[in-house]
């Protein structure tokens, strides 16, 4: 729980939402610096299971047990998960917390409050979120001024000493630029700090006192260290190009000063790979190439010269339309090349030479378009098959992955000669962009799509909310306020087109406790979910709720 990431209980209690509810703290007041990661709701007896660590559990006590034997189990396994806190809010459960349940979190070390009053658990969501989001924007603020300074440090004129020399001032620490294999490159020390500090010392004999020679390193690198890897282009052992290595001589380094040098090491990353800048403005010109053809500006008569010139003979088949569309936080910003190079290595290697593809990058709308030749139409499925696993590979070899973050969409058109292709590309892009969180799937039909892709053009008319908001408007109002939340049954059990025994076992439920929900779902919406009309309306407001704001 040591971790500078989010706020601490005290914090959290402090807030309004938990506020109102007359918070007690009844075990483990002396824990309440802990950090809320999260904040999580639930009311059954194995939530721990669900958790990571961190949070800060909101429950009624529907799921600690009748007995005290279960109750000690409940608290005990959510200390062992890491939990913040517990918070129980008193009412038809518990009019005060048993006696077992304040023994074994104070035994445990576990922060226990109750709640005198009632609280709706998604305000309190709402204001911790918010807390720890302001939070970590504020770091961000910081780590991006660096980053300013450093680009306008290279724009006028400056290098890999002076971005140093920036990220030392910032964190007051000397800072060190070495290959992937450990050989000093460069090294700078802060200008201002204590004239006694060790970082006021030359930084090369900072470099071999701390660091010492390779030998000595082979255990790690010293304890609080900085270590941020400057992307090479290359994958395997070339995927690393140099490494920031900032030292904690005379301060400690703080979780912003780790986004501080992360953003640095991506304009380093540049300077270091100025080779690189043909490769990627040869990408862009291809998806130029390809953007131009999809919107109409180039004529289907004139584009396979214009694809000639760079490098695509697809023969006499169908042309095959393939867009794949980044997440924003997927974005290269700045590696393009290394993400068109890493894509182009796969599609040679797991497509095939003797599949023609044109290959290009649209960093503005992070998007990747393609045409495949084919030899013909029957080739479709197993050629976009192969084109998705090897773009999805090319995102991984190119080191763009992030925890928690959407996986990368693609979507195929329909082959075609250059004239379809126009419009394939055209409605392939459209479609990569509605399908923005659907089900995660190797590759999307295009064709498949023309529902999402409708509701996506219907975003900002105001008759698309208000079509969602009769829907399933009473869901919602009731999801913000009570529990347990009854949008997400609907949703599997439209997945699952109405067969309860298939809900029920997604949603680990039993049938009784299904069919309880369904009916309130049926009353909130004054609607009958046999009824083969009011399934295709509800099932259309799930998928437009994506959209309407």
Same mark, same amino acid.
């Given at each position: 729980?040591?971790? +500078?990431?989010?706020?601490?209980? +005290?914090?959290?209690?402090?807030?309004?939402?938990?506020?109102?509810?007359?918070?007690?703290?009844?075990?483990?007041?002396?824990?309440?610096?802990?950090?809320?990661?999260?904040?999580?709701?639930?009311?059954?007896?194995?939530?721990?299971?669900?958790?990571?660590?961190?949070?800060?559990?909101?429950?009624?006590?529907?799921?600690?047990?009748?007995?005290?034997? !279960?109750?000690?189990?409940?608290?005990?396994?959510?200390?062992?998960?890491?939990?913040?806190?517990?918070?129980?809010?008193?009412?038809?459960?518990?009019?005060?917390?048993?006696?077992?349940?304040?023994?074994?979190?104070?035994?445990?070390?576990?922060?226990?409050?109750?709640?005198?009053?009632?609280?709706?658990?998604?305000?309190?969501?709402?204001?911790?979120?918010?807390?720890?989001?302001? *939070?970590?924007?504020?770091?961000?603020?910081?780590?991006?001024?660096?980053?300013?300074?450093?680009?306008?440090?290279?724009?006028?004129?400056?290098?890999?000493? +002076?971005?140093?020399?920036?990220?030392?001032?910032?964190?007051?620490?000397?800072?060190?630029?070495?290959?992937?294999?450990?050989?000093?490159?460069?090294?700078?020390?802060?200008?201002?700090?204590?004239?006694?500090?060790?970082?006021?010392?030359?930084?090369?004999?900072?470099?071999?006192?701390?660091?010492?020679?390779?030998?000595?390193?082979?255990?790690?690198?010293?304890?609080?260290?900085?270590?941020?890897?400057?992307?090479? *282009?290359?994958?395997?052992?070339?995927?690393?190009?140099?490494?920031?290595?900032?030292?904690?001589?005379?301060?400690?380094?703080?979780?912003?000063?780790?986004?501080?040098?992360?953003?640095?090491?991506?304009?380093?990353?540049?300077?270091?790979?100025?080779?690189?800048?043909?490769?990627?403005?040869?990408?862009?010109?291809?998806?130029?190439?390809?953007?131009?053809?999809?919107?109409?500006?180039?004529?289907?008569?004139?584009?396979?010269?214009?694809?000639?010139?760079? *490098?695509?003979?697809?023969?006499?088949?169908?042309?095959?339309?393939?867009?794949?569309?980044?997440?924003?936080?997927?974005?290269?910003?700045?590696?393009?090349?290394?993400?068109?190079?890493?894509?182009?290595?796969?599609?040679?290697?797991?497509?095939?030479?003797?599949?023609?593809?044109?290959?290009?990058?649209?960093?503005?709308?992070?998007?990747?378009?393609?045409?495949?030749?084919?030899?013909?139409?029957?080739?479709?499925?197993?050629?976009?098959?192969?084109?998705?696993?090897?773009?999805?590979?090319?995102?991984?070899?190119?080191?763009?992955?992030?925890?928690?973050?959407?996986?990368?969409?693609?979507?195929?058109?329909?082959?075609?000669?250059?004239?379809?292709?126009?419009?394939?590309?055209?409605?392939?892009?459209?479609?990569?962009?509605?399908?923005? *969180?659907?089900?995660?799937?190797?590759?999307?039909?295009?064709?498949?799509?023309?529902?999402?892709?409708?509701?996506?053009?219907?975003?900002?008319?105001?008759?698309?909310?208000?079509?969602?908001?009769?829907?399933?408007?009473?869901?919602?109002?009731?999801?913000?306020?009570?529990?347990?939340?009854?949008?997400?049954?609907?949703?599997?059990?439209?997945?699952?087109?109405?067969?309860?025994?298939?809900?029920?076992?997604?949603?680990?439920?039993?049938?009784?406790?299904?069919?309880?929900?369904?009916?309130?779902?049926? !009353?909130?919406?004054?609607?009958?979910?046999?009824?083969?009309?009011?399934?295709?309306?509800?099932?259309?407001?799930?998928?437009?709720?994506?959209?309407?704001?």
């Amino acid at each position: 729980m040591e971790s +500078q990431d989010g706020i601490t209980v +005290q914090r959290a209690l402090e807030l309004p939402g938990l506020r109102a509810g007359l918070p007690e703290v009844v075990a483990g007041a002396d824990r309440l610096n802990r950090r809320v990661r999260w904040v999580h709701a639930g009311e059954v007896p194995n939530i721990a299971s669900l958790l990571k660590g961190g949070e800060l559990l909101l429950t009624t006590g529907l799921g600690l047990g009748t007995r005290p034997a !279960e109750q000690r189990a409940f608290v005990r396994t959510l200390a062992e998960r890491g939990i913040a806190a517990l918070v129980v809010e008193l009412g038809p459960r518990f009019d005060r917390l048993p006696a077992t349940l304040v023994e074994t979190a104070g035994a445990a070390g576990l922060p226990l409050v109750q709640l005198h009053r009632e609280v709706p658990f998604v305000t309190v969501t709402e204001e911790v979120h918010t807390e720890i989001v302001n *939070g970590h924007y504020a770091l961000l603020r910081r780590a991006e001024e660096v980053h300013r300074r450093c680009t306008e440090a290279l724009l006028d004129g400056g290098g890999v000493p +002076q971005v140093l020399r920036i990220l030392a001032d910032f964190a007051v620490n000397p800072v060190f630029l070495e290959t992937a294999e450990g050989r000093l490159l460069y090294a700078a020390a802060p200008v201002a700090g204590p004239a006694s500090a060790p970082a006021a010392a030359d930084p090369l004999q900072i470099w071999e006192g701390l660091r010492g020679q390779r030998a000595a390193r082979a255990s790690g690198p010293p304890a609080g260290a900085v270590l941020v890897d400057v992307p090479g *282009g290359g994958h395997g052992s070339g995927a690393v190009r140099a490494r920031l290595v900032l030292l904690p001589v005379s301060a400690p380094l703080l979780p912003v000063h780790r986004m501080a040098a992360e953003r640095a090491a991506g304009i380093l990353a540049v300077v270091l790979m100025q080779a690189r800048q043909d490769e990627e403005l040869a990408a862009r010109g291809r998806g130029d190439f390809l953007t131009d053809l999809a919107e109409g500006r180039i004529r289907a008569e004139d584009a396979p010269a214009q694809a000639k010139v760079l *490098g695509f003979r697809p023969g006499d088949g169908p042309l095959l339309p393939v867009v794949m569309r980044l997440a924003p936080e997927l974005s290269p910003s700045g590696t393009w090349a290394l993400l068109a190079r890493a894509v182009q290595d796969e599609l040679s290697s797991s497509v095939g030479g003797g599949v023609p593809v044109l290959l290009g990058v649209r960093p503005v709308e992070g998007r990747v378009p393609l045409l495949v030749g084919l030899r013909s139409d029957g080739e479709r499925t197993a050629v976009a098959d192969r084109v998705a696993a090897a773009l999805r590979a090319g995102v991984e070899r190119a080191g763009l992955e992030r925890p928690g973050a959407r996986p990368p969409v693609v979507v195929v058109g329909v082959p075609g000669n250059w004239a379809a292709a126009s419009a394939g590309l055209r409605h392939a892009a459209e479609t990569a962009t509605a399908a923005q *969180g659907l089900t995660d799937l190797p590759w999307y039909d295009a064709r498949r799509l023309d529902i999402d892709l409708l509701l996506w053009r219907l975003r900002d008319h105001p008759d698309l909310a208000a079509f969602v908001d009769r829907a399933i408007g009473p869901l919602r109002a009731h999801d913000r306020t009570a529990r347990p939340a009854l949008l997400p049954t609907l949703e599997v059990f439209l997945a699952h087109a109405g067969r309860k025994a298939e809900t029920a076992r997604e949603l680990h439920l039993n049938r009784q406790t299904l069919y309880n929900r369904l009916a309130r779902i049926a !009353e909130l919406l004054g609607t009958d979910l046999d009824d083969p009309q009011t399934v295709l309306a509800l099932s259309l407001a799930l998928r437009a709720r994506r959209h309407a704001p």
